[in-house]
T-cell receptor, first 112, second 118 residues
């Protein structure tokens, strides 16, 4: 019930391409869906977040798409750059963001 | 702001020894989280404090693990006795729980402590 399933585990994209990472959840009480970005040797940092009453949120090259009926959400990175190479985690919470359940992570490599 | 501060950054110890990890949350934050990250299990929430009170410790793997938050600016995670399977990166995160209608309570992570138990 608390799981958040993330795919793929790893992703290789050419510079300028679109990176797409998908997540699915089961708990319908979840109402906060952030994405975190983690560089090697660093802690995760919030990248972008969405609430379930909107279907899409865009910040620069990063877009979250949300499908409430399917209980799925995804991260799209447009014009992917080598500097985007990192591990990305989706997460979900049902109590205003305080206790996050994280997906398993996706290691993204953007080739120059 | 200095961000979340964790110490030590690296810890190497032998099986059976006591290990204490330390965390200083961002000033003014009222929620603190301890996570463990491994390749096999990903990022796991161990325990969560709100206003220095433990709210949920269901993620603490066993009695060998304990966490305290004696005041708003300091928390410890202790492992006694340590075992090789405890080797992981341990993160502390803090947030300001505003009680808003939806999640704007961003968690800010520290740099982590890499623990190796031989």
């Amino acid at each position: 019930q608390q799981q958040v399933k993330q795919s793929p585990q790893s992703l290789i994209v050419q510079k300028g391409g679109i990176s797409i990472i998908n997540c699915a959840y089961e708990n319908t009480a979840f109402d906060y869906f952030p994405w975190y970005q983690q560089f090697p040797g660093k802690g995760p940092a919030l990248l972008i977040a969405i609430r379930p009453d909107v279907s899409e949120k865009k910040e620069g090259r990063f877009t979250i798409s949300f499908n409430k009926s399917a209980k799925q959400f995804s991260l799209h990175i447009m014009d992917s750059q080598p500097g985007d190479s990192a591990t990305y985690f989706c997460a979900a919470s049902g109590d205003a963001g305080n206790m996050l359940t994280f997906g398993g992570g996706t290691r993204l490599m953007v080739k120059p | 702001d200095a961000g979340v501060i964790q110490s030590p950054r690296h810890e190497v110890t032998e099986m059976g020894q006591e290990v204490t990890l330390r965390c200083k949350p961002i000033s003014g934050h009222n929620s603190l989280f301890w996570y463990r990250q491994t390749m096999m299990r990903g990022l796991e929430l161990l325990i969560y404090f709100n206003n220095n009170v433990p709210i949920d410790d269901s993620g603490m793997p066993e009695d060998r693990f304990s966490a305290k938050m004696p005041n708003a600016s300091f928390s410890t995670l202790k492992i006694q006795p340590s075992e090789p399977r405890d080797s992981a990166v341990y993160f502390c995160a803090s947030s300001l729980r505003s009680g808003s209608a939806w999640g704007t309570d961003t968690q800010y992570f520290g740099p982590g402590t890499r623990l190796t138990v031989l």
